[in-house]
């Protein structure tokens, strides 16, 4: 192919341009810098077997944060894993029409992508800090599951093909769903359209999940029968122990550091300024302001995932670089509930009563 001098030019001046246009933006922020060794952490990442990972997003509002559920189904051959997730924008409320991404209902999102990355694969009009770059809004727990077969798997990504497709035909009063097959924060949510992959996809029959269908139009009904991140990861931790499946914990830390505020926010608060607090349970935590839960609930699954966490990831502040925690032994899952049960017991009761007293659990917050 004969390169000319005019062609070369006008390359040079476009890479000129995009390098300038790199070099704007800031790092934790939307086309900005990300992380120069992503590639190599994503290879560490894969190291250990498992097939399944339950991503548990922070909440960032005050008093009650539900967080987010996502779940990344592991690729074949070293290929990165797929994240499913609700998109939150796909309501088809009249005000999420033009400037949000509104293609699925379950968004499907390269893993280191949908964790760390800066820039978007979905479409321009992306959510940043929740389609792509989830840690530079908020820390994210990875409960990992080993020894699922290949046929579950499969059925988990056909079943979510299937909302996708039932969301294009605006479908209704499907099997999991009894209205118009649409995000809805209360009856179609993140938790709702993970637990009904497992429920109705791969044959989870025990597996419950709510249904706000009896007065419906009442919303503080439809609260009160929500389904919430953290109570379907609780559940579905059970039923993986029941089948047998192997189970550890990765704590993806929030990066402390991004000044980006999201202008489709209502409240214009940086990044960095955002509550980061773990997603509560329907409880009287759900009410407090702080970060300090007291509800045995909320205690007992905080408790659980560090007692079943191997090690953390974040961003070093300093050198902008991935690096992995020194981690510790994560226990099996009995163990762990057990030891969890244990310390929720005699720590709500501790808050209860009102008494100093140093807690008999550890936080996954306090991963290293």
Not at 43 to 56: F, G, R, S, T, V
Not at 128 to 147: A, C, P, T
Not at 212 to 223: E, K, Q, T, W, Y
Request: glycine share 6%.
């Amino acid at each position: 192919m004969k390169v000319t001098k005019r062609w070369a030019v006008a390359a040079f001046a476009a890479f000129f341009m995009l390098a300038a246009n790199a070099g704007a933006a800031d790092f934790a922020t939307p086309r900005g810098p990300a992380p120069a060794n992503m590639d190599e952490i994503a290879k560490a990442l894969h190291e250990q077997p498992y097939d399944l990972e339950l991503l548990i997003s922070f909440g960032t509002s005050k008093g009650g944060s539900a967080g987010h559920l996502a779940l990344a189904i592991r690729g074949e051959a070293g290929a990165d894993d797929t994240v499913y997730s609700a998109n939150f924008y796909a309501d088809r409320s009249r005000k999420h029409e033009k400037g949000f991404y509104t293609a699925d209902l379950m968004a499907r999102i390269p893993k280191m992508e949908y964790l760390f990355a800066t820039s978007s694969t979905l479409a321009d009009t992306a959510s940043f800090g929740l389609d792509f770059g989830e840690i530079y809004k908020r820390s994210v727990v990875g409960v990992r599951v080993r020894g699922v077969p290949a046929s579950e798997k499969q059925a988990l990504e056909s079943f979510f093909r299937r909302i996708n497709d039932d969301y294009h035909r605006r479908a209704r009063n499907t099997e999991y769903h009894d209205r118009e097959v649409k995000y809805d924060y209360l009856r179609l949510n993140c938790a709702k359209t993970i637990g009904s992959a497992f429920h109705y996809g791969a044959g989870y029959k025990e597996l419950e999940v709510e249904s706000a269908a009896l007065f419906s139009g009442r919303r503080i009904v439809a609260a009160a029968n929500a389904n919430i991140p953290t109570e379907m990861a609780v559940k579905l931790m059970k039923q993986w122990d029941a089948r047998g499946y192997d189970m550890h914990v990765v704590f993806y830390r929030k990066y402390e550091g991004s000044p980006y505020v999201d202008p489709q926010d209502g409240a214009k608060v940086a990044f960095k300024d955002l509550p980061n607090r773990f997603p509560s349970v329907l409880s009287r935590d759900f009410r407090r302001e702080d970060r300090d839960y007291q509800d045995y609930d909320n205690l007992f699954a905080v408790y659980l995932l560090y007692n079943m966490g191997a090690y953390s990831v974040r961003v070093n502040p300093q050198t902008k670089l991935l690096e992995i925690g020194r981690g510790k032994q994560a226990l099996p899952y009995a163990n762990a509930v057990e030891l969890a049960e244990r310390a929720a017991k005699s720590d709500s009761r501790a808050f209860r009563d009102g008494v100093p007293f140093v807690p008999a659990g550890t936080t996954i917050s306090q991963a290293e």
